[in-house]
């Protein structure tokens, strides 16, 4: 008896033994199989709200547009924190450009010979080898100084794909912005949209007329921006002629009291567009309740599609409404425009914004892209036969009402930089690069009425301790009564 059941313990026990050894033998072949297709088939997720660790629409673009394979030379430092975010960044293009982009991880002190080579000086250095076109991507170009002296952002992929860019474009064109008329200059109203622009490629230069006696041979585009004076009839005609042989303009205007600029209305006239007198007011699509910095409704257009999709708004303080003419050579489509509650106002500055008799009612608007229509060269046909010619749209001029919107208090908002160098690429015939920017990381600030704020306030320290100290004087009595 005593051996019956002595054995059958035994059994048990061994049987138990098994059963486990069977569910740890299941759990690590699991592990091992989900280690090998995680490593064969990399996922990633970015749960961050501005999907800070993911690329922008802006960078697969580039990576997808790639002619030929790129290769990256990272010279990193071991247990750095800036080269570990540097290692990520580049893992990210790794990924999502496949084979068109190789990377090599360098310790210059392992491999000093290599350093040598490419005569590296500091750590976070990037060497962007493309055939036989060569970007060199310094520090300061990963790394700009954060709000105190102790901090750094990191601008990586803004500098890597700007890179990329450069590489697979060859030569980048020449962007002239007029100057002599009360302009913002580059490096200062202007210096962060000149940043941008130098992210696609572009280069910016300054355009004075008088001195140059004309538009530059390699100017793909003239930008007036935001000027306080009128044009020459000189200038106005120099320009009428340059668009007239081809050439393409984006203008951005804004309410100046007392001054209709008419020489720069004579050239936009002879696009189909005039300027209005106004300063927009939109108290129903109004930024943090400002009517004067209205939030434009944006209308589909290839400039503004990927705005629309990503649910990205502009803002544009103190603008300028145009008006389109009915009968023009040229095709006009509005890109922005304000709500109906809109008018312009025709007495500025004043004490009190208020609609008159005198101002234009909305809806009223703030942009428009201007193409014209010319033959295309005729397609040759099977048998060596010519069709006939079919009409294609020409980009030739954006007009907006406005320039505060990317000068350096504004430009930083939602889309408002994406509008401007997407205008700039489809004015350039560079609608494979309109996209959206590479997101840099923002503080996330939470709102609340004051409704909102003290319902927490009591919801935590009222309501919270009361469901607590109930429930424990339920279980007290309940003990209690058992």
Request: net charge negative; charged share 20%.
């Amino acid at each position: 008896m005593y051996r019956t059941c002595s054995g059958g313990y035994g059994g048990i026990e061994l049987e138990r033994y098994a059963r486990r050894s069977v569910l740890i033998v299941a759990v690590i072949g699991l592990l091992i199989v989900v280690n090998v297709l995680s490593v064969r088939y990399p996922q990633h997720w970015d749960l961050t709200a501005e999907k800070l660790f993911s690329l922008s629409d802006q960078s697969r673009t580039a990576l997808a547009q790639l002619q030929e394979p790129v290769k990256i030379m990272a010279f990193l430092q071991e247990g750095s924190e800036e080269s570990q975010k540097v290692r990520d960044l580049l893992d990210s293009y790794r990924y999502a450009g496949g084979d068109k982009v190789q990377v090599e991880i360098v310790d210059p002190v392992a491999k000093p010979s290599v350093a040598r080579e490419y005569q590296i000086e500091y750590y976070n250095t990037l060497i962007l080898t493309m055939a036989q076109r060569q970007r060199r991507v310094e520090p300061y170009n990963l790394f700009s100084p954060g709000p105190d002296q102790y901090s750094l952002e990191f601008r990586g992929e803004q500098a890597v794909t700007r890179a990329i860019l450069e590489l697979n474009r060859q030569s980048g064109a020449n962007l002239y912005f007029l100057s002599g008329h009360g302009e913002g200059s580059l490096t200062g109203d202007f210096g962060q949209l000149t940043g941008y622009l130098q992210g696609e490629g572009y280069t910016a230069k300054t355009l004075d007329l008088p001195t140059s006696g004309q538009v530059p041979q390699d100017a793909r585009l003239v930008v007036i921006a935001g000027p306080r004076r009128d044009l020459s009839p000189q200038e106005s005609e120099q320009l009428a002629t340059y668009v007239a042989g081809g050439g393409r303009l984006l203008v951005m205007l804004d309410p100046v009291p007392g001054q209709t600029l008419p020489e720069l209305q004579r050239l936009m006239g002879r696009l189909g567009v005039q300027a209005q007198p106004t300063l927009v007011v939109d108290p129903e699509r109004a930024f943090f309740m400002d009517a004067l910095s209205p939030v434009p409704v944006i209308a589909s257009h290839a400039i503004t599609d990927k705005l629309i999709s990503q649910n990205l708004g502009l803002v544009m303080p103190e603008a300028q409404s145009l008006a389109v003419e009915k009968k023009s050579e040229y095709q006009v489509q509005q890109l922005l425009t304000t709500s109906n509650k809109a008018w312009g106002e025709t007495k500025f500055p004043a004490q009190r914004a208020a609609k008159d008799p005198e101002d234009i009612p909305g809806p009223l608007t703030l942009a428009v892209a201007v193409s014209k229509e010319e033959p295309a060269p005729a397609a040759e046909k099977a048998g060596g036969q010519g069709g006939p010619d079919t009409p294609a749209s020409r980009p030739v001029a954006v007009l907006i009402g406005n320039s505060a919107f990317v000068r350096a208090q504004a430009i930083g908002f939602q889309g408002n930089a994406d509008f401007l160098v997407n205008s700039v690429n489809w004015l350039l015939g560079e609608e494979g690069l309109i996209s959206i920017r590479p997101k840099e990381a923002g503080p996330r600030v939470v709102e609340l009425t004051p409704g909102a704020a003290q319902g927490i306030f009591y919801g935590t320290t009222v309501v919270v301790p009361l469901i607590i100290l109930g429930l424990g004087a339920f279980v007290w009595f309940r003990r209690r009564t058992l």
